[in-house]
């Protein structure tokens, strides 16, 4: 079966400093997608980035960044520059063929970002 | 474009009431998704059309009834909910259910069952 480690409840960090979300996920299949997901206190879910299993770079996205280890089977988030709006709870999400391609999701960090 | 809308945002209703929920895209997306989600979890699925036919159905209980009228629209209609039922549905479309086909999710409804 798959599943999505989110091992950051609660993350606080100064604005302005960089962050890394941190993501693992387990899967045998060979071919899959990883997301991650913003959902602010008003509740909507927004899409960030996404990374395919097979890509040979790591995607990025404006202050975005995943960071892909194949090996590791992690897909961590690194918000650069962080602003007050990034205050949210984040999910990181995986679909493969197992599961009927179903969005798995993790537990999610909810990230806080001090003035 | 990858706006999905949904109304109402917010839904107050007995246990006796019916109400439905709805969700609209405008961009040409095929697979359209019902979820839901309590404080301070993930959301969970609940349903899944593809090409306007209801292709999952996570064992959801028959009080929460889904329609997909049109390729562009999709409703969940509601009808003696209990009070457990109070959460945050979502509504989210994607091209296809394809593994690397992202889902667009809408603002949500909070539905409060009293």
């Known amino acids: 079966a798959q599943k999505i480690t989110q091992t950051q409840p609660g993350m606080f960090v100064q604005e302005k400093e960089a962050v890394t979300l941190d993501c693992t996920y387990d899967?045998?299949?060979?071919?899959?997608?990883l997301f991650w997901y913003k959902q602010p206190s008003s509740g909507e879910m927004i899409f960030l980035i996404y990374?395919?299993?097979?890509?040979?770079q790591n995607a990025t996205e404006g202050r975005y960044s995943l960071n892909f280890q194949k090996a590791r089977k992690s897909a961590n988030l690194v918000i650069s520059a962080s602003q007050l709006g990034d205050s949210a709870m984040y999910f990181c999400?995986?679909?493969?063929?197992?599961?009927?391609?179903?969005?798995?999701f993790g537990q999610g960090t909810r990230l806080t970002i001090n003035p | 474009d990858t706006e999905v809308t949904q109304t109402p945002k917010h839904l107050v209703m007995g246990m006796t009431n019916k109400k439905s929920l709805k969700c609209e895209q405008h961009?040409?997306?095929?697979?359209m998704y019902w979820y839901k989600q309590k404080a301070k979890k993930p959301p969970e699925l609940m349903f899944v059309?593809?090409?306007?036919?209801?292709?999952i159905n996570e064992s959801v209980p028959s009080r929460f009834s889904p329609e997909c009228p049109n390729s562009s629209l999709l409703n969940l209609h509601l009808h003696a909910l209990q009070p457990e039922d109070s959460a945050l549905y979502l509504c989210?479309?994607?091209?296809?259910?394809?593994?690397?086909?992202?889902?667009?999710f809408g603002p949500g409804t909070r539905l409060l069952v009293l």
């Open positions: 989210a479309s994607s091209q296809d259910r394809g593994r690397q086909e992202t889902q667009y």
């Open positions: 899967t045998s299949d060979p071919s899959y997608g």
């Open positions: 990374q395919g299993s097979y890509d040979q």
């Open positions: 999400a995986m679909k493969g063929i197992q599961g009927a391609q179903k969005l798995v």
């Open positions: 961009m040409g997306h095929r697979a």
């Open positions: 059309y593809s090409y306007e036919k209801l292709s």
